[in-house]
């Protein structure tokens, strides 16, 4: 396990929690979290966010199925942007230990 959780540890242990062992696995965890980080904003706004044009369709694409895309290319950015505060919160978090 890389991060034991910290109130199962006791005095001196929560004391010594972030230790020089411990100060790599952290390293490599805001790493890890970095990339996610990317990857949404990446999928988020260069991937999902250019089929909300029109232009992105065929011309002869009928406008309901157009409307359907858009609303559910709206749930998958909103989820997206999820993902992003969740990652964000994981590296605020691991930056307060």
């Known amino acids: 396990m890389l991060w034991p959780m910290k109130q199962n540890l006791t005095g001196k242990q929560q004391n010594n929690f972030m230790t020089k062992e411990n ?3 952290k390293k490599i965890m805001g790493g890890y979290l970095t990339s996610a980080l990317d990857i949404e904003d990446h999928m988020s ?11 992105a369709w065929p011309a002869d694409l009928d406008e309901k199925v157009f409307e359907n895309i ?24 691991l930056n307060d230990n």
């Open 45 to 55: 706004i260069e991937v999902y966010g250019d089929f909300l044009y029109r232009k």
């Open 70 to 93: 858009k609303q559910l290319l709206g749930v998958v950015i909103r989820e997206t942007d999820m993902h992003k505060k969740a990652f964000l919160e994981l590296q605020k978090k």
């Open 23 to 25: 100060e790599k696995e």
